[in-house]
């Protein structure tokens, strides 16, 4: 095990949490689980049972914070997931809000009103367990549903409509352009900032203007070559990017290539090198990324 300790996680590079997280996307929870884990480690190097508190830790939203409290403390606090707000709207008919903030404050105020006084391990596992296999989004299964006799959308049929969805607008759509260097051997590549797309990860370095062949004697290289491929389509939360990217066959001449935060990243590391999925795909698609 990499990290067997919450010790041993605070204490690793940010980048060797990086490396094991890519892949998944959500790029942000590996950047709070670590930062969680040095706050943590910081302190007396254990949770609260205070969801209050643990809801102050980097990347522990309230639901989250609950659910710490209940299963590791015992503790009453209410847990709304997308699982339980869905059994919350049906089982009680809550029609949308004027916003989607007025929405959640319903919400929690409906999830708190039902917490039981005693068995709040019990009851909150079943909630989440009871919306994610028989009242789930598509086909709810209202015959095995224990709360079918009180469920206002099974009894009125509105099972389909609830809860409700608001419309989203359509993602913006973004450009990137992309500079893939390699001698044959080798693959340049920037560490990004830290916040942010792809923070903290390794990846390919964003055209700033100039020509590629400026671009690579600037880093101590000289363009051979040079070619157009295929752009690169990646969905993320609130928009799409486009990436094109300019494959350059390049010969070192220099050392300015290997200055903070360019490195070289030989082939062979490519499949285990911290890296955007996309990137990743792309680079390993490239016969010897020639």
């Not at 996307?25 to 590996?30: D, E, K, L, N, V």
């Not at 522990?60 to 997308?82: E, K, P, Q, W, Y």
């Not at 004027?98 to 709040?120: F, H, K, V, Y």
């Not at 560490?191 to 903290?200: A, E, L, S």
Request: charged letters at 20%; a positive charge.
């Amino acid at each position: 095990m990499r990290f067997p300790t919450l010790e041993v996680l605070a204490a690793a590079p940010l980048e060797s949490v990086l490396e094991l997280w890519a892949g998944l996307g959500y790029y942000a929870r590996a950047r709070h689980l670590h930062r969680c884990a040095q706050v943590i480690a910081a302190g007396d190097g254990t949770l609260s049972a205070d969801p209050e508190g643990n809801a102050r830790l980097p990347g522990i939203g309230r639901s989250t914070a609950a659910a710490i409290s209940v299963f590791a403390f015992g503790r009453r606090a209410a847990i709304l997931d997308g699982n339980v707000k869905r059994v919350l709207a049906r089982c009680f008919a809550v029609d949308a809000a004027a916003t989607a903030a007025q929405d959640e404050r319903q919400m929690w105020t409906l999830a708190e009103a039902l917490l039981p006084a005693s068995g709040i391990e019990s009851y909150s596992q079943g909630m989440m367990d009871l919306g994610a296999t028989v009242c789930s989004r598509h086909k709810p299964q209202c015959e095995r549903c224990p709360l079918r006799e009180i469920c206002l959308a099974c009894r009125d049929g509105r099972q389909a409509e609830l809860p409700r969805r608001r419309v989203k607008r359509a993602p913006a759509q973004r450009l990137s352009s992309l500079l893939l260097l390699s001698d044959g051997r080798r693959i340049l590549l920037e560490r990004r900032p830290p916040t942010g797309i792809w923070g903290g990860l390794l990846s390919l370095p964003e055209g700033s203007g100039d020509s590629a062949a400026v671009f690579a004697e600037r880093h101590g290289c000289r363009l051979l070559s040079s070619r157009e491929l295929t752009p690169i389509e990646h969905s993320f939360t609130h928009f799409r990017l486009t990436m094109q990217v300019l494959h350059c066959q390049v010969e070192v001449i220099g050392l300015q290539a290997n200055q903070a935060p360019l490195e070289w990243l030989p082939v062979d590391e490519v499949v285990a090198a911290a890296l955007p999925a996309p990137i990743k795909k792309l680079l390993l698609a490239l016969p010897r990324v020639r």
